[in-house]
């Protein structure tokens, strides 16, 4: 079967450096999306990584390692803003993009 | 602003009934799918389309259907509504770029009773 993995929860303190992982195994890979899900509201699509290597976006670095099937997301100067839940997904050929459960962050003051 | 738009953010149907979700994207995106959302699930595709009038079956097709009749609509369509139905229910849109990721509207929480 196919399977991304990823923490179910992770807390973290305001200003803080947080990291969150995401293992696939997959019958194909085209590439690793980040979202970002707040409460009630829509994911919001963070960034793509087709190749190994850091991808950055503002705040947020996002990291593949392609041989060890794994990737991801950094999150620098946490602030409260960014509690939410994480979603990694994983291209998987063609139309096919397979969501992992998901992250939930808590940062604290 | 670029937006996909769902018709309704709750319903609530009875068990057997016909349910209609409506998505509309305003964007010219040739994809369009169909998620639902659970608490430990994550998101699971029940179909895709990548052109009007085509349509794919995803990973829990079962007991949806879908309709794309227009390149900016694409509905999906519960036969008839069971308890085990009950989900958030997310639209989402995307270009041919996968770097582009999708775009997701605001969800459809759906309650079968």
């Known amino acids: 079967g196919q399977s991304l993995e990823q923490p179910s929860e992770v807390t973290a303190v305001e200003g803080a450096i947080v990291q969150i992982n995401c293992t696939y195994q997959?019958?194909?890979?085209?590439?690793l999306s980040w979202y970002q899900q707040h409460d009630g509201g829509a994911p919001t699509f963070l960034s793509y990584n087709a190749l190994d290597g850091l991808e950055e976006t503002g705040r947020f670095s996002s990291v593949l390692s392609r041989s060890d099937s794994y990737g991801y997301l950094l999150l620098q100067e946490l602030q409260m803003k960014d509690s939410a839940s994480y979603f990694c997904a994983v291209n998987t050929g063609g139309f096919k993009t397979i969501f992992g459960a998901g992250t939930r962050l808590f940062v604290k003051a | 602003d670029v937006k996909v738009t769902q018709s309704s953010r709750y319903l609530v149907k009875r068990t057997g009934e016909k349910v209609f979700l409506e998505c509309v994207q305003d964007?010219?995106?040739?994809?369009m799918f169909w998620y639902r959302q659970d608490p430990g699930l994550g998101l699971r595709l029940i179909y895709f389309?990548?052109?009007?009038?085509?349509?794919e079956k995803g990973d829990i097709p079962e007991g949806y259907s879908v309709s794309r009749e227009k390149k900016e609509r694409f509905s999906l369509i519960l036969e008839s509504a069971s308890t085990n139905q009950t989900s958030m229910y997310l639209c989402a849109s995307s270009s041919p770029d996968r770097a582009a990721g999708y775009t997701f509207g605001s969800g459809t929480r759906l309650t079968v009773v």
């Open positions: 964007m010219d995106h040739e994809n």
């Open positions: 389309s990548y052109d009007v009038k085509m349509k």
């Open positions: 997959t019958s194909g890979f085209y590439g």
